[in-house]
Structure formats: structure tokens, C-alpha cells
């Protein structure tokens, strides 16, 4: 069976970005879309970026244990599907998680088989540059996300790996190695 790969990292740190351009690269990794209780933003596609559905939707999927784990980040919900990831690994396919800090530590928990990497910004301060420049967040929420980071890079301690993105380029590399390492 593949090892599944959980990526994580504070919110504004590239991670995105930089797991795009590794799927460009390696089209043969698939990654999970999770559900989310939190709007839409601008460009994103129900179904692409996430499932999007309702407070009560959602609770409904946590009632019917339709999740391999459920988060609540920022007063939204989200939540990784488990039949999905359980297919994929039966199948021997290669995926990719991308979920928040606590969500990645649940999955060690339950999937012994995965290998954690954590996506850790250069400076606190270029997080923060990020973060403001993304533009799609209120005020209120850059705050709020800004203090969990400070809880989350603590926490990197607990993942296998840590990449710190000074560039995206570099940052897939890094993941390339890992797979390799890894035999994944
Ligand atoms: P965003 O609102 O910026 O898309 O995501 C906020 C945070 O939620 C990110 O750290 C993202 O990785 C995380 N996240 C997305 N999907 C899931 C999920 O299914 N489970 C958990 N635990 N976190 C998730």
C-alpha cells in the first residue's frame, strides 16, 4: 500500500501554491478535496478547491462518520472524506492531503502509513506580508489566523518533515526528495 502524504502549514504559507506546481509536475499524485463549511472565495470551483456545504450539511456528514477527520479552523468546519482516501489507498493510488496542523496529527493517529511534512514560512513577518497581500481574508480573520500560526509552527515538532518555502522551487524539490526517501 502507498504511504499517504498529509501536507501542512500556517495558513497563508504557500502551501497551495506549492502543491500546485508539484501535481503539475507529477500529475500521477492525486489530492483529496476536503468539505468545507466556508464561502467561497473568488475563482475557486465546488467540487475543484472543495466541496462547499452548510453548517448543518456538514454536521449531517459528521453524524454519518463520513470523515477520516474534521477540523474546526477560523469558525468554519472542514473535514477530509474517508471513503475517498480509503479507495485511493486500496488502490494503491498516490495522494495528497492538504490539511491544517491538528487535522494532520488525527491522521497520523488513524493512518500509520502517512508521512507528515510541514510547510514552514522564512520569517514570521513574510507570513504575515503574505497573508495581507492574498486580500481575501477581513481584518479579523488575518488576526485570528495569525495567532494560530504562532500555536501551529510549535507544533511542527510532531510532523516528519518540515520544508521551509524560500522558494516554490525549491519547496518541490524538497518534496520530490521526501517521495524518494520515502518510496512512496
Ligand atoms: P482555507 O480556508 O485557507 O482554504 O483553509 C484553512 C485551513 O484549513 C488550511 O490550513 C487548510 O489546509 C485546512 N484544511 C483544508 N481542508 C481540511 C480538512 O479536510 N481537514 C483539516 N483538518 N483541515 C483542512
Redesign the pocket.
Known amino acids: 500500500m502507498k504511504k499517504l502524504i498529509v501536507i501542512?502549514g500556517s495558513?497563508g504559507v504557500g502551501?497551495g501554491t506549492i502543491i500546485k506546481n508539484f501535481l503539475q509536475k507529477h500529475p500521477d499524485f492525486k489530492l483529496s478535496v476536503?468539505?468545507?463549511t466556508?464561502k467561497k472565495r473568488e475563482g475557486e470551483i465546488d467540487g475543484v478547491n472543495?466541496y462547499y456545504l452548510s453548517k448543518e450539511e456538514f454536521m449531517k456528514a459528521v453524524n454519518n462518520d463520513e470523515f477520516l477527520?474534521?477540523?474546526e479552523?477560523?469558525d468554519?468546519y472542514?473535514?477530509?472524506n474517508k471513503t475517498f482516501v480509503q479507495k485511493c489507498l486500496d488502490n494503491n493510488e498516490r495522494l495528497i492531503l492538504?490539511?491544517?496542523v491538528?487535522?494532520a496529527i488525527n491522521v497520523k493517529e488513524k493512518i500509520k502509513n502517512s508521512v507528515l511534512i510541514f510547510i514552514l514560512p522564512p520569517s514570521f513577518e513574510e507570513l504575515e506580508r503574505r497573508l495581507r497581500g492574498r486580500k481575501t481574508e477581513t481584518e479579523e480573520s488575518i488576526r485570528k489566523r495569525l495567532s494560530i500560526v504562532k500555536s501551529e509552527i510549535q507544533k511542527s515538532k510532531l510532523f516528519d518533515y518540515t520544508v521551509t518555502n524560500n522558494t516554490v522551487e525549491k519547496s518541490v524539490e524538497e518534496i520530490e526528495q521526501i517521495i524518494k526517501d520515502e518510496q512512496i
Open positions: 501542512s495558513s502551501k476536503s468539505c468545507t466556508r472543495y477527520e474534521w477540523t479552523f477560523s468554519n472542514y473535514g477530509t492538504e490539511i491544517d491538528k487535522g
